[in-house]
């Protein structure tokens, strides 16, 4: 395997258990949860962990790769502390949306697919979070922030400031 990047031993402990949860020939099912893995002691996906998990899944890099860049829930990229993914689709939009994402881009001095100076924020826009009867919204995580305000906004940015 890649001697560039490495699981610590407890991730790749759960590697190995997640890969032998699949038959043989078959392996390629672990493929998200090693994902998952890899971004968490990461923080993010990179090419070099994506070669590694195919090297481990005995696949092709361009099977890991092409699961990797569909799934907006993988960071290709380095992403600050907090990753905002904001709603971008017409229920959020029609809800006050745009006015709101307009604030929340002007608050963090950042567009889209930026970090903050700090590191703390990342900006991803997103298609529907599933929350269309609640929008405007965004998620950090697993958590959902619905009925956003600017002012919601602004207070959500300074708690998780501190």
């Not at 258990?17 to 923080?43: M, N």
Request: hydrophobic letters at 40%.
């Amino acid at each position: 395997m890649s001697d560039k990047i490495a699981f610590s031993e407890d991730r790749l402990a759960k590697a190995k258990e997640i890969i032998l949860r699949y038959p043989e020939g078959k392996q390629k099912s672990a493929l998200l949860p090693l994902l998952h893995l890899a971004q968490e002691q990461f923080g993010w996906v990179s090419a070099a962990s994506m070669d590694y998990i195919a090297e481990m899944l005995q696949i092709e890099p361009i099977e890991v790769y092409e699961v990797a860049t569909f799934y907006t829930m993988f960071h290709l990229e380095p992403v600050g502390k907090h990753v905002i993914e904001y709603c971008r689709t017409g229920p959020c939009c029609t809800m006050g949306g745009e006015e709101v994402y307009d604030h929340l881009k002007t608050k963090l001095k950042i567009e889209a697919n930026q970090t903050t100076s700090n590191g703390l924020f990342t900006l991803k826009e997103v298609e529907c979070l599933a929350a269309c009867g609640w929008g405007p919204c965004f998620q950090i995580r697993e958590k959902f922030y619905m009925h956003l305000t600017n002012e919601k906004v602004d207070g959500i940015i300074e708690e998780l400031s501190k």
